[in-house]
């Protein structure tokens, strides 16, 4: 008695779904005190809210990307160990010297092993974009967040401040504060972009897997996350400039930090429309070139245009017996 293909494919399918919820139950049961860390800190820092939307947009490609699922191939993979392993030495080392972005980080490695674990590496080409894309759910460590805020603040008011008094704007800069006749605008770390450098990041990089171009155009567009919020953030700081000195400060101050945040993202996919547009001009696809030796079948051959444009003639028939002409008549 043998036993159906599919029959069987679903069992191992069920098999390694049984499998997976049950190593999934483990880690949220380790790794729960991490977790709701996590939380807090996506609740309680702006920089960091859009945490939430990272897992159900890992879980939004895993579904689009369903049909590259090989069922046949599932299967247990070892060397998702050392890599488990990894994680969980990550974890113990932050645990021990009191380094909380190592516990953070070490959900990564913890994920990606269970993942080879539980389905093999047929799993893990099927769903290795959204385990990457689950980075963008850790903050980034304090250090490296004080030392890009800095730059990042300096370059936003002197490039804001240039704008303006480009524009006939009175503005001067001292330090990340803006004078506008009697007006100061302070770019404090909140207002220095990095916020709008960690969204537009995560932002870039799921256009760029979604997407159906060329690996250069998803790198690029990737790259491009970087002028998009230095841009975003500037055209923010300035329009506030605009409205101090044109309407009143009690407008321009709800702009700066109400409206202007949530018309950040709709201009940032704008931004990143225009460059789809831009990149699709500048790279050209070659067409599909024959293979020498190739023969084309002869619907797919070009009939040279001088060919088809001449008239079919009508000829005789050899054993046809030509038709006498009437008076008058010309043969």
């Known amino acids: 008695m043998t036993i159906p293909t599919a029959g069987l494919r679903t069992s191992r399918l069920t098999r390694h779904l049984v499998l997976l919820a049950v190593l999934t139950a483990c880690f949220a049961w380790a790794f729960w005190p991490t977790l709701a860390d996590l939380a807090r800190t996506w609740n309680s820092n702006p920089q960091y809210s859009h945490g939430y939307l990272v897992p159900a947009f890992a879980g939004l490609l895993l579904w689009l990307r369903r049909d590259r699922l090989d069922r046949a191939a599932l299967g247990s993979s070892w060397w998702g160990v050392p890599v488990l392993a990894l994680g969980l030495a ?44 689950l980075a963008f759910m850790i903050p980034l460590p304090y ?63 799921g256009v760029a897997l979604l997407i159906r171009r060329p690996l250069v155009d998803r790198l690029l567009i990737v790259a491009s996350a970087i002028p998009i919020a230095l841009i975003s953030n500037i055209i923010r700081i300035t329009a506030t400039g605009i409205l101090h000195e044109m309407v009143d400060s009690a407008t321009a101050n709800a702009f700066f930090h109400d409206f202007a945040g949530w018309l950040m993202m709709p201009l940032a996919l704008g931004l990143v429309g225009i460059e789809l547009k831009i990149l699709s001009r500048l790279f050209i696809d070659r067409p599909p070139t024959v293979p020498r030796g190739l023969r084309v079948p002869p619907a797919t051959r070009r009939v040279p245009a001088a060919t088809a444009r001449r008239p079919r003639q009508q000829q005789t028939p050899k054993n046809s017996t030509p038709v006498p002409a009437r008076p008058g008549q010309t043969v």
């Open 90 to 133: 990550l974890r113990l080392v932050g645990a021990y010297k009191y380094f909380h972005w190592f516990e953070m980080v070490s959900l990564l490695p913890c994920i990606l092993g269970l993942w080879l674990v539980a389905g093999g590496w047929a799993a893990f080409r099927w769903a290795w974009p959204a385990l990457f894309f």
């Open 143 to 205: 250090r490296t967040e004080i030392a890009l805020a800095a730059p990042l603040q300096r370059f936003a008011t002197v490039t804001s401040t240039f704008i303006m008094q480009t524009l006939g704007l009175p503005a001067l800069s001292e330090g990340n504060v803006i004078r506008l006749n009697d007006v100061e605008i302070g770019i404090v770390e909140a207002c220095s972009g990095l916020r709008m450098l960690v969204v537009f990041f995560a932002l870039s990089t």
